[in-house]
T-cell receptor, first 116, second 111 residues
Framework: SAVISQKPSRDICQRGTSLTIQCQVD?????MFWYRQQPGQSLTLIAT?????????ESGFVIDKFPISRPNLTFSTLTVSNMSPEDSSIYLC?????????????FGPGTRLTVL | QKEVEQNSGPLSVPEGAIASLNCTYS??????FFWYRQYSGKSPELIMS????GDKEDGRFTAQLNKASQYVSLLIRDSQPSDSATYLC???????????FGAGTRLAVHP
C-alpha cells in the first residue's frame, strides 16, 4: 500500500485566514482525492486532483474556496480560503490502490482544522 | 433517498459475539463495495472489498453482498474491544474512483 503523509497534522486558525494542506505520496499516482469530514459526520469528496489539469470539484465545492494544486504525480495541496468556523473539519487526501481500477482508496492521516 | 445508508448506532455487542453491520445503496450499477474502519481521531482504513454476490471472508471479517437487494453487510466474528470503532460503507458513484460514504455505524464491544 502507498505511504501517504499530510502536513500539518492539525492547526487552529483565525476566521478570514487561509490554510494550505500538503499531501505527499511515496509513489506516483494519477489521481489524488481530497475529502472533508465535519465533526461527527462521514466523508464528503471535495475534489479530484489531476496532474497536468485543473481539479474536478464536486457539487457544493468551488475553486475559489478550495484551490488545489497538483504539480507532480506524488504531491498535491488543498487550500481552505477565507476560513469560517464552519470549515472546522478533518481534511483527508486519498489515492487509489494500484492501477486495477477497482476503486479501492487509501487515506492519509488527515489534517484536523479548527477555525475560531 | 441517500445514496448510501447505514444505521448510525451505536451498536453495542459483548466481547466474543458476532457484530452485524448493514449498508444499503441506491446505485444499481455499482460493482464494487468497501468497508472502512475508523478509530476515533484516526483516518479511515480499508478492511474489506467485495465485488461479487455472496460472501467474502478475511479472518474474523465476512462481507456479504446482495446486488438484487442493493445490500452489503459486514460481520465481525469473535468481536474484541479493539474492534470498537466507526465502520463506514463506501460505494463508487458517478464514475471512476468517486466514492460515496455512508454515515458510518459506531460499534462498541464491551468486555
Amino acid at each position: 500500500s502507498a505511504v501517504i503523509s499530510q502536513k500539518p497534522s492539525r492547526d487552529i486558525c483565525q476566521r478570514g485566514t487561509s490554510l494550505t494542506i500538503q499531501c505527499q505520496v511515496d509513489s506516483q499516482v494519477t489521481m489524488m482525492f481530497w475529502y472533508r469530514q465535519q465533526p461527527g459526520q462521514s466523508l464528503t469528496l471535495i475534489a479530484t486532483a489531476n496532474q497536468g489539469s485543473e481539479a474536478t470539484y464536486e457539487s457544493g465545492f468551488v475553486i475559489d474556496k478550495f484551490p488545489i494544486s497538483r504539480p507532480n504525480l506524488t504531491f498535491s495541496t488543498l487550500t481552505v480560503s477565507n476560513m469560517s468556523p464552519e470549515d472546522s473539519s478533518i481534511y483527508l487526501c486519498s489515492v487509489p490502490k494500484g492501477t486495477s481500477g477497482n476503486n479501492e482508496q487509501f487515506f492519509g492521516p488527515g489534517t484536523r482544522l479548527t477555525v475560531l | 433517498q441517500k445514496e448510501v445508508e447505514q444505521n448510525s448506532g451505536p451498536l453495542s455487542v459483548p466481547e466474543g459475539a458476532i457484530a452485524s453491520l448493514n449498508c444499503t445503496y441506491s446505485d444499481r450499477v455499482s460493482q464494487s463495495f468497501f468497508w472502512y474502519r475508523q478509530y476515533s481521531g484516526k483516518s479511515p482504513e480499508l478492511i474489506m472489498s467485495i465485488y461479487s454476490n455472496g460472501d467474502k471472508e478475511d479472518g474474523r471479517f465476512t462481507a456479504q453482498l446482495n446486488k438484487a437487494s442493493q445490500y452489503v453487510s459486514l460481520l465481525i466474528r469473535d468481536s474484541q474491544p479493539s474492534d470498537s470503532a466507526t465502520y463506514l460503507c463506501a460505494v463508487p458513484s458517478g464514475g471512476y474512483n468517486k466514492l460515496i460514504f455512508g454515515a458510518g455505524t459506531r460499534l462498541a464491544v464491551h468486555p
